[in-house]
């Protein structure tokens, strides 16, 4: 067996100490905060003095942090030197959507199928993180009408007190129903009508 011998490296603030030791496959070193060099490959900081390899390209020497990503690197020096392209998320406004269930519908920005009345799909996915407006609109509409709804809901089941109807007619109860309900239904469904009115044009 080769004896390993340690290696004692010195500076004013501190002492490192390493182990010497044959290159191989399976070699792999850890990440260093003291590395100055980057791998081209994984983008690990590398300490040259401790690195697993270094190859010498267009008189510049690169590091690395394992043998696979030296070999990676011989194979294709261009392909990890070249700068990674930069995503373009576009706005809502540029996408081309399309309907689900009728791709012949294609629009630019965002809207609803004329043919069924489904809300229209962005046809390239991307990694834009705006929120969707339907989903906007609909969360509003929910909360209005839930608010509207409360009182109706609190109405019909006090009515069932036997002395209810003592405190508020039932004609009043009635009117007062219908003028809390009239929004959800008429601005709340507003939706569904349009696209139920859209399908059978």
């Given at each position: 067996?080769?004896?390993?011998?340690?290696?004692?490296?010195?500076?004013?603030?501190?002492?490192?100490?390493?182990?010497k030791?044959?290159?191989?496959?399976?070699?792999?070193?850890?990440?260093?905060?003291?590395?100055?060099?980057?791998?081209?490959?994984?983008?690990?900081?590398?300490?040259p003095?401790?690195?697993?390899?270094?190859?010498?390209?267009?008189?510049?020497?690169?590091?690395?942090?394992?043998?696979?990503?030296?070999n990676?690197?011989?194979?294709?020096?261009?392909?990890?030197?070249?700068?990674?392209?930069?995503?373009?998320?576009?706005?809502?406004?540029?996408?081309?959507?399309?309907?689900?269930?009728?791709?012949?519908?294609?629009?630019?920005?965002?809207?609803?199928?004329?043919?069924?009345?489904?809300?229209?799909?962005?046809?390239?996915?991307?990694?834009d993180?705006?929120?969707?407006?339907e989903?906007?609109?609909?969360?509003?509409r929910f909360?209005?009408?839930?608010?509207?709804?409360?009182?109706?809901?609190?109405?019909?089941?006090?009515?069932?007190l036997?002395?209810?109807?003592?405190?508020?007619?039932?004609?009043?109860?009635?009117?007062?129903?219908?003028?809390?309900?009239?929004?959800?239904?008429?601005?709340?469904?507003?939706?569904?009508?349009?696209?139920?009115?859209?399908?059978?044009?």
């Amino acid at each position: 067996m080769r004896k390993i011998e340690p290696e004692i490296q010195t500076s004013s603030n501190f002492v490192q100490i390493s182990r010497k030791k044959d290159l191989s496959q399976d070699d792999v070193m850890i990440s260093s905060p003291l590395g100055s060099e980057i791998d081209p490959v994984c983008g690990m900081k590398i300490n040259p003095l401790s690195s697993a390899g270094n190859y010498a390209y267009k008189e510049k020497t690169y590091y690395f942090c394992a043998i696979s990503c030296l070999n990676k690197f011989k194979q294709n020096p261009e392909n990890y030197l070249q700068p990674k392209p930069k995503l373009v998320i576009n706005s809502h406004k540029d996408v081309e959507y399309t309907c689900p269930m009728h791709p012949e519908i294609v629009q630019i920005g965002y809207g609803s199928c004329p043919i069924c009345g489904m809300a229209l799909e962005p046809k390239i996915i991307s990694l834009d993180d705006k929120p969707d407006p339907e989903l906007l609109s609909m969360t509003r509409r929910f909360w209005v009408c839930l608010v509207l709804t409360l009182p109706v809901f609190a109405l019909a089941m006090l009515e069932m007190l036997p002395s209810f109807s003592q405190i508020i007619s039932p004609q009043i109860s009635l009117w007062i129903q219908f003028i809390f309900t009239l929004p959800v239904v008429l601005w709340g469904g507003f939706p569904f009508f349009e696209r139920g009115f859209a399908s059978i044009k």
